[in-house]
C-alpha cells in the first residue's frame, strides 16, 4: 500500500495566485487532516474531515479551503497565496477519529514569493 | 484555550544513554496521547500511543508516561542510539472534539557518538 500521498512535492507560487494541495490514502480511513509546519515549529491544524463529507476547521483555517471528494480525496485549496502561506503542508489520515494514530504523507514544501 | 507545549526545545544526550523528552498539556479532557518522531525532509512517524485510562505503557525501547494529575506526558527513549537524532512532537485527542489532533512545538533530539 502507499499509504497517504501528496502532490505535488514541491510547489513556487507568486503571491495571488491560486492552487490545490491534493492527498489521497489508500487505507480506507474516515479521517483525514491537512498541517502546516513553519520552521523549527510543530505542526498546526488547518482543517480536518472526521468522515466523508465534513470538514471542520483547525487552529489555523485562515486563507484555505478544503473538499474531501470521497473516502480517499482531501484536498487543501489556497484562492490567494500569501509569502504568510510559505510551509510545508502535511496529510494524515486516521482509520477513526477516535483513539488511533494518524498516518502522515512526506509534505509539500509550498514557496510563496 | 487547549494547547500541548513543551518543556524543551532542544535535547542533546550521549549514545548509550537514556533519554527523556517532556510534554505538557493543558485539555484535561484529552483522552489520547501519541507521540511522534521526524526525521529532516520526512513526515511525522508513529512512536507510541497511550489512552488516558493507562498511566504507562511500554514498546520496543521506549516507554510513554502519562500523569493527568499534573497533565504531563513523557517519552523515555533507552539506549539512544545515532538513529534516535529527531524531532519529537506529543499531540493529543479529544473525544469530544471529534477526532482534533492537535500537537506540540517538538523537541529536538541530538545523539552525540
Known amino acids: 500500500n502507499a499509504g497517504v500521498t501528496q502532490t505535488p512535492k514541491f510547489q513556487v507560487l507568486k503571491t495571488g495566485q491560486s492552487m490545490t494541495l491534493q492527498c489521497a490514502q489508500d487505507?480506507?480511513?474516515?479521517?483525514m487532516y491537512w498541517y502546516r509546519q513553519d520552521p523549527g515549529m510543530g505542526l498546526r491544524l488547518i482543517y480536518y474531515s472526521a468522515s466523508e463529507g465534513t470538514t471542520d476547521k483547525g487552529e489555523v483555517p485562515n486563507g484555505y479551503n478544503v473538499s474531501r471528494l470521497n473516502k480517499r480525496e482531501f484536498s487543501l485549496r489556497l484562492e490567494s497565496a500569501a509569502p504568510s502561506q510559505t510551509s510545508v503542508y502535511f496529510c494524515a489520515s486516521r482509520r477513526q477519529s477516535l483513539n488511533t494514530e494518524a498516518f502522515f504523507g512526506q509534505g509539500t514544501r509550498l514557496t510563496v514569493v | 484555550g487547549e494547547s500541548v507545549g513543551l518543556h524543551l526545545p532542544t535535547l542533546s544526550v550521549q549514545e548509550g544513554d537514556n533519554s527523556i523528552i517532556n510534554c505538557a498539556y493543558s485539555n484535561s479532557a484529552s483522552d489520547y496521547f501519541i507521540w511522534y518522531k521526524q526525521e529532516s525532509g520526512k513526515g511525522p512517524q508513529f512512536i507510541i500511543d497511550?489512552?488516558?485510562?493507562?498511566d504507562k505503557r511500554q514498546g520496543q525501547r521506549v516507554t510513554v508516561l502519562l500523569n493527568k494529575t499534573v497533565k504531563h506526558l513523557s517519552l523515555q527513549i533507552a539506549a539512544t542510539q545515532p538513529g534516535d537524532s529527531a524531532v519529537y512532537f506529543c499531540?493529543?485527542?479529544?473525544?469530544?472534539?471529534?477526532?482534533?489532533?492537535?500537537f506540540g512545538q517538538g523537541t529536538e533530539l541530538s545523539v552525540k557518538p
Open positions: 497511550i489512552r488516558s485510562n493507562m
Open positions: 499531540a493529543e485527542n479529544n473525544y469530544n472534539q471529534g477526532g482534533k489532533l492537535i
Open positions: 487505507m480506507n480511513h474516515n479521517s
